[in-house]
Every structure is written in C-alpha cells, then in structure tokens.
C-alpha cells in the first residue's frame, strides 16, 4: 500500500558522507521489511541493504559492510542509509522498496530514485 520517495543524494568526493531518505505514504508501513537498492548507467540493480519490519535485523551486501547503516523510523514513516566512507563505485541512483519477508526481493513498483556521484 505505501508510495515511496527517495532523497538525500547529491555529489561528494570519495571519502565523503551521505544520508539517504526514502519517506513512505500509507497506511502501513511498520508492517513492511525494507530494502535500498541502486543501479549504475548500463549496469544491473543490485541489493544494498535491508532491514526488518521494527528494525531489529538488518542486512548489507558485503561491498558496503562498514561504510553504510540502514536505519527506519516507523513513527515517521521514513526509513534511512547512511553512507560513510564513500567510494566512486557506490555512485548509482540508489532505490528504497517494500521487501517480501525474509528476501532481498523487492514488491512493488520502483519510485524516482535519488542520485548519488562520488568522485575520486
């Protein structure tokens, strides 16, 4: 049910910062596992990080472990990646979705995106 709209990306050099946002609209989204994904020009989308329903468990794909935390505020309605460390490969337009439970699968229809360039 929730509509999903990333922000918070911009260009930094390496080494920077970034906090993602990705605000939901809907009736309920503490009831939703969440993902970010991102995809670079001519490359695939791929898994970055999830996170449980009330937060608890989380998950990164390996190059980002260290560098990025996923957080969620469901009192907000808002879920969160922040990006530490940043390198060039981590530039992509990055994706939040509603996961299926217990998966890296992403439901739903994908929203804008929010870019993020990070030069050497």
């Known amino acids: 049910q929730v509509q999903l709209v990333e922000s918070g990306g911009g260009l930094v050099q390496a080494g920077g910062s970034l906090r993602l946002s990705c605000a939901a609209s809907?009736?309920?989204?503490?009831?939703?596992?969440m993902g970010w994904f991102r995809q670079a020009p001519g490359k695939e989308r791929e898994f970055v990080a999830s996170?449980?329903?009330?937060?608890?468990?989380?998950n990164y794909v390996d190059s980002v472990k260290g560098r990025f935390t996923i957080s969620r505020d469901n009192a907000k309605d808002t879920m969160y990646l922040q990006m530490n460390s940043l390198k060039p490969e981590d530039t992509a337009i990055y994706y939040c979705a509603r996961l299926a439970p217990g998966t890296t699968n992403p439901l739903g229809s994908w929203g804008q995106g929010t870019q993020v360039t990070v030069s050497s």
């Open positions: 996170i449980s329903q009330r937060g608890i468990i989380t």
């Open positions: 809907g009736r309920t989204f503490s009831s939703y596992a």
